[in-house]
């Protein structure tokens, strides 16, 4: 049974779905590649710039695919009850970590000892 009463469970729950969908929409914008090599004239550094953009887009795409995941984990694990417990110690991750962080895996504890 969580620690977290019916009200503050529905507020994390939203605040996941917001980021949910925010992320997905950010990742739709980073997904739309660079375009280049379609270029009519080769222009090295301009090539190698949008390169860099793609690599650096590919990266970003990564980081917000992961997030969307833990997101995700913590929406199952709300629908499951088991939302809000450290899944290093087992104890409660709490509430104000959970507003500033709420698909945090781990409690304040767990996490300053990585």
Same mark, same amino acid.
């Given at each position: 049974?969580?620690?977290?009463?019916e009200k503050q469970?529905?507020?994390?729950?939203? !605040?996941?779905?917001?980021?949910?969908?925010?992320?997905?929409?950010?990742?739709?914008?980073?997904?739309?590649?660079?375009?280049?090599?379609? =270029?009519?004239?080769? =222009?090295?550094?301009q090539e190698a710039?949008?390169? &860099?953009?793609?690599?650096? !887009?590919?990266?970003?795409?990564?980081?917000?695919?992961?997030?969307? !995941? =833990?997101? &995700?984990?913590?929406?199952?694990?709300?629908? %499951?009850?088991?939302?809000?417990?450290?899944?290093?110690?087992? %104890? =409660?991750?709490?509430? &104000?970590?959970?507003?500033v962080n709420p698909?945090?895996?781990?409690?304040?504890?767990?996490?300053?000892?990585?």
């Amino acid at each position: 049974m969580s620690h977290l009463n019916e009200k503050q469970l529905q507020e994390l729950k939203e !605040q996941l779905e917001k980021e949910a969908g925010e992320l997905e929409a950010q990742l739709a914008n980073v997904s739309k590649t660079a375009d280049f090599g379609n =270029d009519t004239e080769t =222009d090295f550094s301009q090539e190698a710039d949008e390169a &860099e953009e793609f690599s650096s !887009q590919l990266g970003m795409q990564e980081t917000f695919k992961e997030r969307l !995941q =833990d997101i &995700e984990a913590a929406l199952e694990k709300i629908s %499951k009850g088991e939302y809000g417990k450290c899944e290093k110690c087992g %104890k =409660d991750i709490s509430l &104000e970590l959970l507003k500033v962080n709420p698909e945090s895996r781990l409690c304040k504890e767990c996490k300053s000892e990585n």
